[in-house]
C-alpha cells in the first residue's frame, strides 16, 4: 500500500480490500450508504459489498448529463429515506460523476457528513479524486454549484481499470501525461519509453501521477495560483471539446484535452520558451497515443474565441494560459492574442490532418 498524505486526509493507493478495512476498522458509522452508477453498480460494488457491513445502495445513471441538483435530491431523499444521521457515512464509489456529485452531496447533507472517494475510473484516480473540488452542473453550466471539502480518505485501487472501456482508460491517460509535462520530466521519460502507453496505468505510476497533482494542491489548495498550472491544455481542450457536443461523435474529456496540449504546447514554444525538439517529442506523442482525433471544429476560431470570453480569466481579446517553459516545468497567467490562438489552432490542425 502507498500511501499519500494531504492536508487532514490520506490517499492509499493498493487493494481496496485492504485500505477499506483499515479506514473502518475503529470507526463507527450509524449508517453507510454507498453511491454508485448502473456501470460501477455491476463492475465494482461487489468487491467492497462484503467488507463494509450493513449499507444502502443508491444508484443513479451514470453520465454527465446526471451530475445535477435533480440527482442530488434523489440521493439526499434516499438518505431521509432511510433515517441516515449527522454520524453516517457515505461512499462514493465511480468516476469523477459520482465523487464530485456524491461529495456535495455528504457535504451538504445535514450540513456534511463524513465521505469517502473510491475513484473507479483513471481520470478520478489521478484527478478528480484528490483536490477536495465538489460540484455539480447547473442549467448546462459545467461545476458551477459547488464547493471545497476534503474526503475523509481517497482509496485507489488500480485493480477497478480492467473493467474501464478502453476509450475511457485512454480518455483518463491525458491526465497522466498532463501531470508529467507540467511537473516531471522524468515522469514524462518513463511514460513515453513504455510502448504501450496502456502499460503506465499501473500502481506506481498513478501513485506518483497523484503526488504531482498532491504537491500542486497542497500549495495551493484555492486555486490562487500555483494549481492554474493543473489547467494546463484545458483553455483550448474545454473550448474544443464544448465546440465537439454539437458534432456526431464529441471528443472524450481526455481527447480533447491531449488535443488542447498540443495547442498549448506550440503557444508555449511562442511565449515561454519550450524548445522546438520539446515541442515536436510532445506533438508525436500524443499523436501516436491519440491517432484519428477528428478535425471538425478545429477552424471554427470565432467560436473558441466566444468561448474563452465567457471565462472570467480573460479579458478583451486577451487570453490567460499556462504554458510549459520545458518539459516538466510549466508556469502561470501567460497573456495571449487572438492571432495566436488562430496559429495554435491551425498547429493542431495540421498535426491531426
Ligand atoms: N473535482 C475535480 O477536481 C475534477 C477534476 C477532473 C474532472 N472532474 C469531473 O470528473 C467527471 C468525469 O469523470 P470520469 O471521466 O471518471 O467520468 P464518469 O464518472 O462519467 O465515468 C466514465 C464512465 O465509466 C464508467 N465506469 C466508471 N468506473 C468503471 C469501471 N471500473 N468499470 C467500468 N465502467 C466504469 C461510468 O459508469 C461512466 O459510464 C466530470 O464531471 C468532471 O467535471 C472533477
Ligand atoms: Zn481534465
Known sequence: MQTIQLQDYQVNVGPIETSIKEYLDGRSYTHVVVIVDEN???????????????????????????????????????????????????INLGGGVIGDMGGFAASCYMRGVDFVQIPTTLLSQVDASVGGKLAVDFNGLKNFIGLFQNPKAVLVDPSFLKTLIPAELRSGYAEMVKHALIQDADIWKRLTAMSAWQDNANLEEIYQSIKVKEKVVLHDPKEGGLRKILNYGHTVGHAIETLSFETERPYLHGEAIAMGM?????????????????????????????????????????????????????????????????IGDCTYDIEVDDADLRASLDYVFEVWS
Open 262 to 326: 498540443v495547442a498549448e504546447a506550440y503557444l508555449s514554444q511562442l511565449h515561454t520558451g519550450l524548445a522546438v525538439d520539446q515541442l515536436q517529442e510532445i506533438v508525436d506523442y500524443f499523436l501516436a497515443v491519440y491517432p484519428g482525433l477528428s478535425t471538425e471544429v478545429l477552424k471554427r476560431y470565432d467560436a473558441v474565441i466566444d468561448i474563452l470570453k465567457r471565462d472570467k480569466k480573460n479579458k478583451g481579446g486577451k487570453y490567460m494560459f499556462s504554458l510549459l517553459k520545458s
Open 40 to 90: 460501477t453498480a455491476v463492475h465494482c460494488l461487489p468487491k467492497i459489498s462484503g467488507l463494509i457491513g450493513e449499507h444502502m445502495v443508491v444508484e443513479i445513471p451514470s453520465g454527465e448529463q446526471n451530475k445535477t441538483l435533480t440527482t442530488c435530491e434523489a440521493i439526499w431523499q434516499a438518505m431521509v429515506d432511510c433515517e441516515m444521521d449527522r454520524h453516517g457515512l457515505v
